[in-house]
Every structure is written in C-alpha cells, then in structure tokens.
C-alpha cells in the first residue's frame, strides 16, 4: 500500500532564504509525482508535475527533484516571500491512477 | 471560463442529519473526483465518476456515502446521519479526461458536524 511522508510538518523561515521541502513514498511504482500549493479557504494549485522518467521540473523560484528508486521528492523554493506561506502538499500517481497525498508542509515566510 | 465550483463552501449539520455537497465541474469536463482531507492530514479519495456512472468507488465509506453524476447538474456527494468524523474538508476536482495531472480543483467544503 502507497504512502506518502512529508516533512517538516511545519517550517517557518525569515524572508529571503532558500529552503527545502521533503516527500517520501513506499511503493516506487508510481506514474508521477506532484507538488500543489494550499491556502487557507481555497483550493489546490498544481505548481510542478514530474514524470516517473524525469529527475527534476522548473518553474520560476521552484525546483522540484524526484529521484524515484529510493521513494523521495523534494521542493526547492529559492529567495522565499511572505506570499510563499501556504501549505504544500505532495502527491503520487499510484499503479491504480490514483492520487496518493502526503499530508502537507505548512511553510510560514516571516517578513 | 470559470472554474471548479463547490458549493456551500462551509456547512454545519447536527449529528443524524443529511449533508449534500455539490460540485459543478469546468465546462467541458466529464470527470469528476471527490477527496476528503481531514484535520492534520492529507487528501484521501473517494470517488471518481464520470457522466451518469460510478467509476471507481474504492475510497467511500460503505455506508451512509454515495455519489453521482447525473447527466445534467452538477455531482453530489451526499452523506447521511452524518456524524462527528465526518467533519472534514471535501474538495472536488475535474478533468477533460481521465489523467490525474489534469486535475482542477474546487474550493472545497468545510463540514461541521455538531
């Protein structure tokens, strides 16, 4: 059975600094690894997708890695800002085409 | 075009009573998914239809839950005699076909059970 770890469960950082955010996974028979953002009263963004064939995605201050033998992901995010504060949840496509969550990283940018 | 709309966005209920959410998925989506994340955690599945069928089932309660798509409308998840651990927050997401990263998501529902 497919789990999903995220860690830290929370993190609070000082505007500026670059940080790293993990995602683990038991089963690496999966399809593709995504990384959504939360916000508090709103929906899921979808901010990355990697392929189970691909090592690592772009986009702006974002750098996600999926290194798929040994079941992790992690999130980059680079000069953080206060309007990175949300929750950051990770999800694996299983073998049955199913999303498979982690439970989150709250990441706080304090001014 | 608007997108993923979910509605009542918060909902209160007494122990007992029915709960229905309602999602009206993008235009031109025929897929619609239905998660629950309770308090501290992550997203579980609970169902997938499509126009008028069921599926995948798999992550719903076997009872007092169901769901549907009707042909015209928008799809309910109804939950009845509702009780206190069904307090959660239920999104809903759509999609054109049936690919996973192609997933839009609503709002959500917040559900309080009293």
């Known amino acids: 059975k497919q789990e999903v770890t995220q860690i830290p469960a929370a993190l609070s950082v000082p505007e500026g600094e670059n940080l790293v955010l993990n995602c683990s996974f038991t089963?690496?028979?999966?399809?593709?690894l995504q990384w959504f953002r939360q916000d508090p009263g709103k929906g899921l963004t979808s901010l990355l997708l990697?392929?189970?064939s691909q090592r690592e995605q772009t986009s702006g201050r974002l750098n996600a890695s999926l290194d798929k033998s040994s079941g992790r992901s992690t999130l980059y995010i680079a000069a953080s800002q206060p309007g990175d504060s949300a929750t950051y949840l990770c999800a694996v496509e299983d073998s049955n085409y199913q999303l498979i969550w982690g439970a989150g990283t709250k990441l706080i940018i304090k001014p | 075009n608007a997108g993923v709309m979910q509605n009542p966005r918060h909902l209160v209920r007494r122990r007992g009573q029915e709960a229905r959410l309602r999602c009206s998925p993008m235009k031109g989506h025929s897929h619609v998914y239905w998660y629950r994340q309770l308090p501290e955690e992550g997203l579980k599945f609970m169902v997938y239809?499509?126009?008028?069928?069921?599926?995948?089932e798999s992550g719903m309660p076997k009872e007092r839950f169901s769901a549907e798509f009707p042909k015209e409308g928008p799809s309910i998840l109804r939950i009845q005699q509702v009780v206190r651990g069904d307090s959660a927050a239920y999104f809903c997401?759509?999609?054109?076909?049936?690919?996973?990263?192609?997933?839009?998501f609503g709002p959500g529902t917040r559900l309080t059970v009293t």
């Open positions: 239809l499509q126009k008028e069928n069921i599926i995948d």
């Open positions: 089963d690496s028979a999966i399809y593709n």
């Open positions: 990697i392929q189970s």
């Open positions: 997401a759509s999609s054109q076909t049936k690919i996973s990263y192609e997933q839009y």
